[in-house]
């Protein structure tokens, strides 16, 4: 597929210009050449993405021109931007859903007539305003709240659940993620990995994709039978204490 340079640039969220400049700069290749228009495909997209990428980061694009021009040299550059288009992907496949505020008074009736409740969500990023609607980016989340809601768990509550999980997740997803850039990004990025090589470590972080989910799974299965049965038997323990004796 093929696009004229405002088409390209729409896609890549950038502008125009910066297309220019960066073809000036030798960033990405020129484009091909029709007459006088010019056509841009797949890799001056990527490449884009990846410079993008980059400079979110902190990277000049001095280093950008750098990185590119170090692997253009010693290896095949698409083995870099795969990589970086693995590390980039989504974990989910997920997708995000319109509802009414009426369709999640539904699933929350608490939250009729307090829009405080609805503001509550909206700062946890649990519902977007679109319109006169809101954009749900999980509804998996979003049933899981319902539930606990239709079993009385206050709405509040839930929202001080989302907070706790929420940071306890984070912490679980930066070791994970601090441990596979030491041992397998780190290495690529810095050149201690030979390009040709370049392929296999990726096949290998995508095999470490699932698992980084999957991993947390058996975890939680484990914590929740522990913790369900250490509060039954406390719970135990106090109804044989108020318990009467019997004669």
């Not at 091909?32 to 990527?46: D, I, M, Q």
């Not at 979110?56 to 590119?68: K, M």
């Not at 659940?161 to 306890?168: E, F, G, K, M, N």
């Amino acid at each position: 597929m093929e696009w004229k340079i405002d088409e390209l640039a729409q896609r890549a969220g950038t502008t125009t210009r910066n297309v220019r400049a960066y073809q000036t700069r030798g960033l990405i290749p020129p484009p091909r050449l029709v007459g006088r228009t010019g056509y841009y495909n797949e890799e001056h997209l990527r490449r884009l993405e990846l410079i993008g990428h980059l400079q979110e980061r902190g990277f000049s694009l001095a280093a950008i021109r750098q990185t590119l021009d170090a692997w253009s040299q010693g290896g095949d550059l698409a083995h870099l931007i795969g990589l970086h288009h693995l590390l980039t992907a989504p974990y989910t496949d997920e997708q995000p859903v319109r509802m009414t505020p009426e369709q999640l008074v539904e699933r929350f009736p608490e939250a009729a007539g307090h829009p405080e409740l609805f503001d509550r969500a909206m700062e946890l990023g649990l519902i977007v305003p679109e319109g006169n609607a809101f954009m749900v980016p999980s509804p998996t989340m979003i049933e899981a709240g319902s539930a606990l809601a239709r079993s009385g768990v206050p709405l509040a509550e839930i929202y001080d659940l989302v907070v706790a999980v929420r940071a306890d997740v984070d912490d679980i997803a930066q070791r994970f993620v601090d441990l596979v850039g030491r041992h397998i990004v780190e290495p690529v990025a810095e050149g201690q990995v030979a390009p040709e090589d370049v392929a296999s470590v990726s096949a290998s972080l995508e095999q470490l994709r699932p698992i980084a989910l999957e991993v947390v799974r058996p975890f939680l299965a484990q914590a929740m039978r522990r913790v369900t049965d250490e509060r039954l038997r406390a719970f135990g323990s106090k109804l044989n204490q108020e318990a009467p004796e019997t004669q």
